[in-house]
T-cell receptor, first 112, second 114 residues
Framework: KNQVEQSPQSLIILEGKNCTLQ??????????LRWYKQDTGRGPVSLTI?????NTKSNGRYTATLDADTKQSSLHITASQLSDSASYIC???????????FGTGTRLTVIP | GAGVSQSPSNKVTEKGKDVELRCDPI?????LYWYRQRLGQGLEFLIY????????KSGLPSDRFSAERTGESVSTLTIQRTQQEDSAVYLC????????????FGSGTRLTVV
């Protein structure tokens, strides 16, 4: 069964600190994995896209890793800011049609 | 347009009424998806359109839900005889065909059934 699991479900950190969000998946066949940020009341916005051959990809303070062998990905946020407070959703894409599988997200709250 | 546009952004309706939600995808995007997101929960697939192919309706929760799309343009999601459990954010996403292309989401329509 194609599943995407994220942990933790929620996380509270102090401004300026780092954090790491986890995503484990059983989706097959794998095409690529994406991390999205969803602010309250808004649609998800893409942060990173990772294909099978990529292990690490950075986008500013966001760094995503992918281990296709263990089917795990992480999103590391460095020097967190209050504006990082949002839900972070892991999406795994298979080949073919209607091919998006969503995790339920990690709710991150950054406090001053 | 530059992004995926959804309207209305908010809709409050009385139980039993019909509602129609609209999605304008990015011009040229052949694939269009509708998702439902209940408060505090993940995205739930509803329906998928790809070009002129028959849509994948496997996610529609009941026959009160229907969606249409003309060619590769605007899509409308219709909910008939709304129920309180229909209250959610309805998100639309579009993409070019092929898994390597980006999927862009709209900001959603927040539906509240009272």
């Amino acid at each position: 069964k194609n599943q995407v699991e994220q942990s933790p479900q929620s996380l509270i950190i102090l401004e300026g600190k780092n954090c790491t969000l986890q995503c484990n998946y059983t989706v097959s066949p794998f095409s690529n994995l994406r991390w999205y940020k969803q602010d309250t009341g808004r649609g998800p916005v893409s942060l990173t896209i990772m294909t099978f051959s990529e292990n690490t990809k950075s986008n500013g303070r966001y760094t995503a890793t992918l281990d296709a062998d263990t089917k795990q990905s992480s999103l590391h946020i460095t020097a967190s800011q209050l504006s990082d407070s949002a839900s972070y959703i892991c999406v795994v894409i298979t080949t073919g049609a209607n091919n998006l599988f969503f995790g339920t997200g990690t709710r991150l709250t950054v406090i001053p | 347009g530059a992004g995926v546009s959804q309207s209305p952004s908010n809709k409050v309706t009385e139980k039993g009424k019909d509602v129609e939600l609209r999605c304008d995808p990015i011009s040229g995007h052949t694939a269009l998806y509708w998702y439902r997101q209940r408060l505090g929960q993940g995205l739930e697939f509803l329906i998928y359109f790809q070009g002129n192919s028959a849509p994948d309706k496997s996610g529609l929760p009941s026959d009160r839900f229907s969606a249409e799309r003309t060619g590769e343009s605007v899509s409308t999601l219709t909910i008939q005889r709304t129920q309180q459990e229909d209250s959610a954010v309805y998100l639309c996403a579009s993409s070019l065909w092929g898994a390597d292309y980006g999927y862009t989401f709209g900001s959603g329509t927040r539906l509240t059934v009272v």
